[in-house]
């Protein structure tokens, strides 16, 4: 806290004002150095100035006050204060800890209450009466609130123009979390009149996402003395949220926390180039997803029919066949093969070859259960997978595959198109690759037998081969 010395603390007696401001310069140089975070100031020598300064300002004063009209109880009383501020610094020069701060802190609170009830309040009596001044000893002018309040007007007048000049936005508060001081910068910041003499709410320009938390803050660092930091929404004065970051400190007095000053700073440009930011990396992430299953639906996808490749169809098929082991449900498998393909591309082109195709699929697809999966696996051939079902339903499945192909028509091509399927279900124990053959062997057993029609798997197959 730092003393301005101005007209109201003048006595009319010039030699006795230059003294009281000199204990003024000394209080302050002690109060700098020890605000300002470097070296601890040398105690002992400010103890021995003021043992100079307070013998000869009492020596003087006691000569004025020997002339003035006070009662000798005043006159005493006055000796008596001055003994013991002498006795207080002789006390102190005699201390071994000169250097720590806790006692120069406590050196610079004896000056400043010395300052406030002694010089500001008796030394002013003295030198008015004698002077004649009718001031009541006990009237309002001699209150020490009053006389502090006009000893510290210079001060908050300085600091409130700096405040009010910085882009920092200030509030200060006691211990209730309420602010006792808000500078200029935030009633702009909100859009109030800043020499407004209403109470404000304050909290009311928090947004309600953040006030329970922010008030939780606060309530944390009266309770438990901390630094700390919170970033949060504020109505600005244009009605939109705006985001700042305050920092919050207590103010601390002895071991105990009297209050709290905070500082905030607008950050909603950086908020915003944050959201920016974050949306587009969120596109970017989306987009490369998107390309990526775009990739792996063409690895994974025949790209003239759309259904599943012949990788897809035989890693379903392990994966099918080792839960079938495992559970015992039914797996059927058939193979498929478009009758006279060959014909179709060699003597009506590869586009009609192309029509048959994506029309069979069509119809295959179609036919099939939603569960059933269809894949090419190599020119005119298919695989259909087939989940839970067993023999029985596998043959009748198949059955209608074959018929509805045979109903399939193309303008490219005007001849009946058919399919000849060979059809086997998962044996016990039986692998996978297994399954494949015996349902290829079915397959060529059909084409053997005239093609268009469906073959199940039987050893009599293997023995006829």
Request: a negative charge.
């Amino acid at each position: 806290m730092l003393f301005f010395w101005n007209s109201s603390l003048e006595t009319g007696n010039a030699h006795i004002d230059q003294q009281h401001r000199r204990l003024f310069d000394m209080t302050n140089e002690l109060a700098l150095l020890l605000g300002s975070g470097g070296p601890l100031p040398d105690l002992s020598g400010l103890v021995a100035n003021l043992r100079a300064y307070a013998t000869e300002h009492f020596r003087d004063e006691e000569a004025v006050m020997a002339r003035s009209p006070l009662s000798a109880f005043e006159k005493d009383r006055h000796i008596r204060a001055h003994k013991a501020f002498i006795a207080r610094v002789d006390e102190i020069a005699g201390r071994g800890d000169l250097t720590e701060v806790q006692t120069i802190e406590h050196f610079l609170e004896f000056l400043v209450t010395w300052l406030v009830m002694h010089i500001l309040r008796m030394d002013l009596k003295i030198v008015r009466s004698i002077t004649n001044a009718a001031v009541d000893p006990m009237g309002d002018d001699f209150s020490v609130e009053r006389v502090l309040i006009k000893a510290l007007s210079e001060t908050e007048r300085r600091f409130r123009l700096i405040s009010d000049n910085a882009p920092t936005m200030i509030w200060i508060s006691g211990r209730s979390g309420r602010r006792d001081f808000t500078n200029r910068a935030w009633f702009e910041y909100v859009g109030l009149d800043a020499d407004t003499t209403a109470s404000v709410d304050w909290d009311r320009f928090v947004h309600p996402d953040d006030i329970d938390r922010y008030r939780q803050l606060i309530a944390d660092v009266i309770a438990r003395p901390h630094r700390a930091e919170i970033e949060l929404r504020i109505r600005t004065a244009d009605g939109s949220w705006g985001w700042i970051i305050e920092r919050i400190m207590p103010r601390i007095e002895g071991e105990a926390c009297v209050g709290l000053v905070a500082a905030a700073g607008d950050v909603t440009m950086i908020k915003r180039s944050e959201e920016v930011l974050a949306e587009s990396n969120r596109r970017l992430e989306l987009e490369v997803a998107q390309r990526t299953h775009q990739l792996e639906l063409l690895t994974l996808t025949d790209p003239l029919t759309g259904v599943g490749n012949r990788r897809v169809a035989f890693d379903r098929l392990a994966s099918l066949a080792e839960e079938s082991r495992g559970s015992g449900r039914p797996l059927s498998l058939l193979y498929i093969d478009i009758d006279h393909f060959k014909r179709v591309n060699d003597t009506l082109g590869h586009a009609a070859g192309d029509q048959v195709l994506i029309g069979v699929t069509h119809v295959m697809t179609a036919t099939l259960k939603a569960d059933h999966l269809l894949c090419r696996v190599g020119g005119e051939e298919f695989v259909a997978i087939l989940a839970d079902c067993d023999l029985p339903e596998a043959q009748r499945i198949a059955e209608r595959l074959r018929v509805a192909v045979s109903w399939f028509k193309s303008e490219a091509v005007p001849r009946p198109v058919t399919i000849s399927v060979g059809l086997a279900t998962l044996e016990a124990g039986e692998r996978d690759e297994d399954l494949i053959k015996r349902a290829d062997d079915a397959l060529l057993e059909a084409k053997r037998n005239g093609r268009n029609r469906v073959c199940t798997w039987s050893a009599a197959i293997v023995q006829s081969a």
